[in-house]
């Protein structure tokens, strides 16, 4: 029997502020309950997570944007509300592909709790929008900077990687965890550029403070093997 995700909640609302901890326990009650169960009966993760990971998720990208380096920063209720419905989505649909998260989409949208989720445009979903500085929703699309290709050197084929909402996104989920010193898993199929993508995050790494090694893998790659990688 694994721990359920009240105690491990009410855990980290203790390192939070009073004002912040009482808005966040109201919007866990509303909804995380009723949104965590149908994902686990309903849907199917491309991998499978114990319930104490799922609230460990959620509170540690709620943390990451909470803890933004600015001191004593009040958040309002309505900016907390979002705050915590992104890294509601981002917790539940992490592990889901894109048309098991379409169906998260219809079940909060559609829960009594009736928080407030972004006003998705037609074809699109939640999971394209983020909550900008000022508490508002805001479109992916609108923090793609512009690729601009070097016209001192030419850049290792596989290490370009032109901006999109993709992997902006995903930059920034990585950020918000790697900033508190935790670890980073991306899944996804081949080719999706995970490894693009962790290369190009630890490139802005002080090699003074910090060291990266990549390993492949495949299919034949077996425990042993890893284990005589790791040793030497």
Not at 3 to 11: D, V
Not at 20 to 36: G, P, Q
Request: proline share 3%; hydrophobic share 40%; glycine share 4%.
């Amino acid at each position: 029997m694994t721990l359920k995700w009240p105690p491990i909640l009410e855990g980290w609302l203790l390192k939070r502020t009073q004002q912040e901890a009482d808005v966040l326990r109201s919007l866990f009650n509303k909804i995380y309950e009723d949104i965590h169960s149908y994902m686990l009966v309903r849907l199917h993760a491309k991998m499978a997570l114990l319930e104490c990971m799922y609230i460990r998720q959620c509170t540690y990208i709620l943390q990451g944007l909470l803890d933004t380096g600015e001191e004593q920063k009040v958040f309002s209720e309505h900016h907390l509300e979002r705050l915590f419905l992104f890294s509601l989505m981002w917790s539940i649909g992490a592990a889901l592909e894109l048309d098991e998260r379409e169906k998260v989409e219809e079940s909060v949208i559609e829960h009594n709790s009736k928080l407030d989720w972004p006003k998705v445009n037609e074809g699109e979903t939640i999971f394209e929008y983020t909550v900008n500085e000022n508490g508002q929703w805001q479109h992916w699309s609108q923090r793609v900077e512009e690729y601009v290709y070097p016209t001192d050197s030419v850049p290792e084929y596989a290490s370009i990687l032109v901006p999109n909402v993709d992997n902006v996104r995903t930059a920034f989920l990585i950020s918000n965890i790697a900033k508190q010193l935790k670890a980073v898993l991306l899944i996804g199929e081949q080719g999706t550029a995970k490894t693009v993508m962790i290369k190009g995050f630890m490139s802005h790494y002080d090699i003074e403070y910090h060291l990266s090694k990549s390993f492949n893998f495949s299919s034949a790659t077996t425990p042993n093997m890893f284990q005589r990688i790791i040793e030497s």
